[in-house]
C-alpha cells in the first residue's frame, strides 16, 4: 500500500472540502448545494467516487461541469448531465421519490440530536433573528438517507436544543407532549435516515446508536476539550478517534488545478 504524501500547506477550506468529500461512497446520489458541497462532490468525483451522481437543486441531474460552477443555477451544471429540467424534478423526481442517498446541507444552530435550525432565533412568533427560511433544508434532510451538516463552531450554534427545529435530527418532540423521541417513531414508514456526521471548522461529530452527538475526529490545531468548550451541551470526546485526516498533496492539486481553477469558492 502506498502512503499518502500530505500537504505541508493547506487552508482551513482545503480541509473542510476533503473531510466532506470523504463522506461520498462511490455510486452515491449527492443532493448538492453552493459552496463547500460542490468542492466536496467535485473532488469525490476525481478521486474515490467517479460513478458518484451529483444533483443540483436549480434543476440538474449527473452534470460533469468542467470546473465548478458559481452556483446551483449556473449553466455550467448542465454541462453532460443527464436532465436539465428545475426544481421539480430535482425534488419530486429524484428526492421524494427515494433516490438520493447523501445530502449536504447547513444551518445556523444545530443540537446534540442534529436538529438543526435555519428559521429563526428566539421564539418564533417574535424572534430576535429570523433568516431567509428554509431554502428546502427539511425537504432535503428527510428524504435523503444520510445528511452531513457542514457549519461554524460557536458555543451558541451548538445547543442543548435549538431555538426551532428546520430540520429533524434523530430525536424530536413529539406532539402533543413535547417529549423527545426516536424521529423514527414520530415518522413511521416515511422515516428515510438523518444526519451521519456534522463538519464544524473544529471537528468531525457524528451520532451514536441513541442518536446523541459525539466528538469523531478533532481537526489539527484544536483540542477535544475546545471543542467541548465551543458546545452548550455536554459533548461526549471519550470516542474521539483522534485528528481529521489532512488534505493529501494529491487532493490540493485537483481542489486547485481542476475542481476551481478560477478561485471561485477557494481562497
Not at 460552477?69 to 426544481?87: E, F, K, M
Not at 458555543?155 to 431555538?163: A, G
Amino acid at each position: 500500500m502506498t502512503a499518502k504524501n500530505y500537504a505541508k500547506d493547506y487552508k482551513p477550506m482545503d480541509l473542510l472540502a476533503v473531510a466532506a468529500a470523504k463522506e461520498v461512497e462511490d455510486g452515491d446520489v449527492v443532493f448538492a448545494g453552493t459552496g463547500l458541497p460542490m468542492l466536496a462532490i467535485l473532488l469525490a468525483q476525481l478521486t474515490h467516487a467517479p460513478s458518484a451522481v451529483c444533483i443540483y437543486e436549480a434543476g440538474t441531474v449527473d452534470g460533469r461541469a468542467p470546473d465548478i460552477p458559481t452556483s446551483v443555477g449556473d449553466a455550467r451544471c448542465a454541462y453532460q448531465a443527464s436532465i436539465a429540467a428545475g426544481l421539480t424534478e430535482t425534488f419530486y423526481g429524484s428526492l421524494h421519490s427515494g433516490y438520493v442517498d447523501l445530502a449536504f446541507l447547513g444551518g445556523a444552530e444545530c443540537d446534540k440530536y442534529g436538529n438543526v435550525n435555519c428559521t429563526v432565533i428566539g421564539d418564533y412568533r417574535s424572534p430576535a433573528k429570523r433568516f431567509t427560511g428554509s431554502g428546502g433544508n427539511p425537504d432535503i434532510n428527510s428524504f435523503a438517507r444520510r445528511t452531513v451538516f457542514i457549519m461554524v463552531q460557536e458555543k451558541r450554534r451548538f445547543k442543548e436544543h435549538v431555538d426551532y427545529i428546520t430540520s429533524p435530527g434523530w430525536r424530536i418532540p413529539k406532539w402533543p407532549s413535547g417529549e423527545y423521541v426516536p424521529k423514527k417513531e414520530v415518522y413511521g414508514k416515511f422515516y428515510k435516515g438523518g444526519p451521519v456526521a456534522i463538519i464544524s471548522n473544529m471537528a468531525v461529530f457524528r451520532f451514536d446508536e441513541d442518536g446523541i452527538m459525539y466528538l469523531d475526529t478533532v481537526h489539527p490545531g484544536f483540542t477535544p476539550e475546545q471543542v467541548k468548550d465551543n458546545c452548550s451541551f455536554d459533548l461526549n470526546i471519550s470516542r474521539c478517534r483522534g485528528e481529521t485526516e489532512t488534505p493529501t498533496v494529491e487532493e490540493i492539486e485537483i481542489l486547485y488545478n481542476k475542481v476551481d481553477p478560477e478561485g471561485i469558492f477557494l481562497p
